[in-house]
Nanobody, 121 residues
Framework: HVQLVESGGGSVQAGGSLRLSCVAT????????MAWFRQAPGKDRKEVAQ????????WYADSVKGRFAFSQDNPKKTLYLQINNLKPEDTGTYYC???????????????WGQGTQVTVS
C-alpha cells in the first residue's frame, strides 16, 4: 500500500523560502515518477514539478523555473522541493503524487498525499 506524506508548508513573506518534503512508503523508490501539484484557492490543481526518482531531467512549470528545485534522499525515500523567492501567487495546497513508471507529461498519478499548505503574504 503506497502512502505519501507531505510536510514543510507554512506561512511566509514574499521572498522567503520553504522546503517541502514528501515521504514515500514504497518498496522501490527509484522506480517512481513523482510530482508536486499546487492547488490555489478556488482553482484547479496544477502540476508544477515532476521528476523520475533514480535519474532523468526534472520538469518545472514556467511559473516556478529558477525558484523551485528537487532534491531527494533515497535511503529515506524522501523527495524534497526547495522553494525560493516565494511569491503570493505560490499560495496554495501542495500535493505530492507518484506513479511507478517512467515520467512523461500529462501522466496519471494514482497515489497522492494529503497536502501541505503554503501561504505567502
Amino acid at each position: 500500500h503506497v502512502q505519501l506524506v507531505e510536510s514543510g508548508g507554512g506561512s511566509v513573506q514574499a521572498g522567503g523560502s520553504l522546503r517541502l518534503s514528501c515521504v514515500a512508503t514504497v518498496t522501490s523508490f527509484s522506480e517512481y515518477c513523482m510530482a508536486w501539484f499546487r492547488q490555489a484557492p478556488g482553482k484547479d490543481r496544477k502540476e508544477v514539478a515532476q521528476i523520475k526518482i533514480g535519474g532523468g531531467t526534472p520538469w518545472y512549470a514556467d511559473s516556478v523555473k529558477g525558484r523551485f528545485a528537487f532534491s531527494q534522499d533515497n535511503p529515506k525515500k524522501t523527495l524534497y522541493l526547495q522553494i525560493n523567492n516565494l511569491k503570493p501567487e505560490d499560495t496554495g495546497t501542495y500535493y505530492c503524487a507518484a506513479v511507478r513508471s517512467a515520467c512523461y507529461r500529462g501522466m496519471h498519478y494514482p497515489y497522492w498525499g494529503q497536502g501541505t499548505q503554503v501561504t505567502v503574504s
